[in-house]
């Protein structure tokens, strides 16, 4: 087991993300997962991330807030709870179109390259 406590989470830049601050939990790290990472986001209200492609998946989980995720034609506002999964290469835009900071956890593989 590899526990690490939420004091311990170092922040972390996302490219193309604007009114983002976002902690890595799990990754990256001797001891940790071998085949994806963790983080949490707090999106500020107006912030988001893309329009952009990424080889890689990822799994989005809304912890508090409403997110907004569009993909290719298709867009969904995600609440409390709410999931959805990314196929690596879709197009992807995230928005907070609301007035309180919503918080998620993102969960994608290891890069070919950890950095």
């Given at each position: 087991m590899f526990v690490k406590r939420f004091d311990e989470a170092r922040p972390y830049e996302a490219p193309n993300h604007h009114g983002v601050r976002s902690?890595?939990?799990q990754g990256f790290e001797p001891g940790g997962p071998a085949s994806s990472w963790v983080g949490l986001s707090h999106i500020l209200p107006g912030g988001g991330a893309g329009p952009d492609a990424s080889p890689l998946e990822k799994v989005?989980?809304?912890?508090?807030g409403a997110i907004t995720v569009r993909v290719g034609g298709d867009s969904v506002t995600l609440g409390p709870f709410d999931s959805c999964f990314i196929p690596g290469g879709e197009t992807r835009e995230v928005k907070n179109l609301g007035n309180a900071v919503a918080t998620m956890l993102v969960v994608m593989?290891?890069?070919d390259?950890?950095?």
């Amino acid at each position: 087991m590899f526990v690490k406590r939420f004091d311990e989470a170092r922040p972390y830049e996302a490219p193309n993300h604007h009114g983002v601050r976002s902690l890595r939990l799990q990754g990256f790290e001797p001891g940790g997962p071998a085949s994806s990472w963790v983080g949490l986001s707090h999106i500020l209200p107006g912030g988001g991330a893309g329009p952009d492609a990424s080889p890689l998946e990822k799994v989005y989980v809304v912890l508090a807030g409403a997110i907004t995720v569009r993909v290719g034609g298709d867009s969904v506002t995600l609440g409390p709870f709410d999931s959805c999964f990314i196929p690596g290469g879709e197009t992807r835009e995230v928005k907070n179109l609301g007035n309180a900071v919503a918080t998620m956890l993102v969960v994608m593989p290891y890069p070919d390259e950890p950095k």
